[in-house]
C-alpha cells in the first residue's frame, strides 16, 4: 500500500481551517501536512514537505487565492473553498478537482475527495467505515455506524445504544433517522425501535434480542421483519 495523499489546508478563518481539518482527518486516503492563513505560508509549506492535495480558499488576505494557484508551475490536486459562487467557472479553467461553498457539510466534502486521483495501491485500503455527526448538548459528536445497536424513540428526541453499553441522546425523530440509516444495515421493527441486523442475537415472532436487549416487533411491521431476519438467517 502507497502512502496517504499529503494535504494542505490553506484558510484564515481558523472555524473554517478547523472544520476542514475534522473532515481529512476522517477519510483513510488523506493525511494531513499542515494548515496555513496565507498564501505566503502555503508557499512555504509547499516547498518544505510534498503536498498532493491543497484545500484552499480563495479569499485570502494578501495574495488571493486563484492568484496563488496561477503562480504555482506545478500545483497539487487543488479543492477550492468558498462562501461565492461567482469563481466557479474560473476555477473549472484552473483545473481545480472541485468546487466547495461554504458553509461544507461533511457529505458534500466527501463527494469532493472523491475525485482526487489515488495513488494505485490507495485502493486496497482498509474498507471505509461509515459514520454520522449527532448534535449533543449543542456539540457535534461523531458516532461508527457499526456500533450502534438498536435506536429507541423517545418523540422528539432518539436514544442511540451504542456497544459498550454506552448511548447517546439527540433530538431527532425516528422516522428522519430511518432515512438517513437507509442502505447502513438497519430495520425499523417498531413504531419506537430500529435495530442494527449486525447486532442481532436472538428473534421470534414478537420480540428482537439485540445488545443483549430485548425489542418488541410492532404488529404493523412483523411480516416486514420476519421475512428480513428469516432471509438474513438463510431460512
Known amino acids: 500500500m502507497t502512502h496517504p495523499l499529503n494535504c ?4 484564515d478563518e481558523p472555524l473554517a481551517a478547523t472544520i476542514l481539518e475534522d473532515f481529512v482527518r476522517q477519510i483513510p486516503y488523506l493525511r494531513l501536512t499542515g494548515r496555513c492563513a496565507d498564501a505566503l505560508q502555503a508557499l ?3 516547498r518544505e514537505a510534498p503536498v498532493e492535495v491543497m484545500f484552499l480558499d480563495i479569499h485570502l488576505p494578501g495574495l488571493k487565492g486563484l492568484d496563488f494557484l496561477r503562480s504555482l508551475q506545478y500545483p497539487p490536486q487543488v479543492i477550492l473553498t468558498t462562501a461565492y459562487h461567482e469563481y ?18 461533511f457529505e458534500r466534502f466527501v463527494k469532493a475527495v472523491q475525485k482526487l486521483k489515488l495513488p494505485a495501491a490507495a485502493t486496497t485500503a482498509a474498507p471505509y467505515r461509515h459514520f454520522q455527526f449527532f448534535n449533543v448538548n449543542k456539540k457535534m459528536v461523531r458516532v461508527w455506524l457499526d456500533e ?21 441522546v439527540t433530538k431527532m425523530q425516528l422516522g428522519e433517522l430511518e432515512k438517513s440509516l437507509e442502505g447502513f444495515g438497519f430495520l425499523r421493527i417498531h413504531r419506537s425501535f430500529i435495530v442494527a441486523l449486525r447486532h442481532i442475537e436472538a428473534f421470534s415472532a414478537t420480540e428482537v434480542t439485540a445488545g443483549a436487549t430485548e425489542i418488541p416487533v410492532g404488529r404493523q411491521f412483523k411480516d416486514e421483519v420476519m421475512k428480513a431476519l428469516e432471509n438474513l438467517s438463510g431460512n
Open 8 to 11: 494542505l489546508i490553506v484558510e
Open 44 to 46: 512555504e509549506a509547499l
Open 88 to 105: 466557479a467557472l474560473e476555477s473549472y479553467d484552473l483545473n481545480a478537482v472541485d468546487y466547495l461553498l461554504k458553509p461544507i457539510d
Open 148 to 168: 450502534i445497536q438498536f435506536v429507541e424513540s423517545l418523540k422528539e428526541y432518539v436514544r442511540l445504544h451504542l456497544t459498550g453499553g454506552k448511548s447517546i
